[in-house]
């Protein structure tokens, strides 16, 4: 499915820099949600997470829990309060973990991190039981589709499988990699396939939503339409949904507050996958 081309402002762009994002997080409002932040879901210092709890949350909410990009090697829970905020916006309770980044670890460190923050989250008190979903954008969503196809992850973690996994410009198939290059160390390796979300794809899985903008210039739109083929030829549940004249950061940015009135309709899209994930049967 292919939403309307429309672009997003130069404004959208600047979400990828500090300044911006400190500029992002002051137009985003406070009220409408309850902030909880700095919580240990396990012992070294990056495994932290934030919540972000709506006013008037139902005690059968969905909890989303958001992983962020950065190329597996940057990036903090401490930038994305305006994704918590837009979630919180529909109603649904919203984690934000770190996980620890190369060089620290390698893969599958921060795999391991993202399924020990499920764990926690599945026993944590005051949180809604509705339906778990795993989301991510970029590296988080290479992550996310990892915990969704590849079982041993939570599994070894003591973690349930997620109801639904949300990719938004996720890498899914980068393997054979350049000898030497970064991402080869990231991966231990420059053809190690099963690092990669689409070795999976053929076996059982929650439904998946796969976001993607044509004009992205980092992650390449076929990255998410291989791994929505490959599902839909294991019989399994995917939905694929491509925005035009979208970049890598503007589909992220499209859910912060002071954009949401021009940008592509991405926060409706995960919102509208996330409320018929609560009417499936469990």
Known sequence: MKA???ALPAAAVALAGCDAAALADRLTPRLGYAQRVDLAYGPLPRHRLDLYLPDGMRADSPLLVFLHGGGW???SK???RFVGEAFATRGFATAIPNYRLYPEVAFPGFVEDAARAMAWLAVAPGLPAGPRVAVGHSAGAHIAMMLALDARWLQA???PLPAGAVGLAGPYDIMPL???GRLAAVFGGENRPETQPIAFADRPGPPMLLLHGMADATVAPEQSERLA???RAAGFPVRLVT???VGHVDILGSLAAPLRGIAPPVLRDIADFVTELQGRPT
């Open 4 to 6: 309307s081309r429309r």
């Open 73 to 75: 090697r940057s990036g």
């Open 78 to 80: 401490d930038l994305y």
């Open 157 to 159: 973690a003591g973690a």
């Open 178 to 180: 350049r000898r030497g």
């Open 229 to 231: 083929a490959r599902r």
């Open 243 to 245: 925005y035009g004249d």
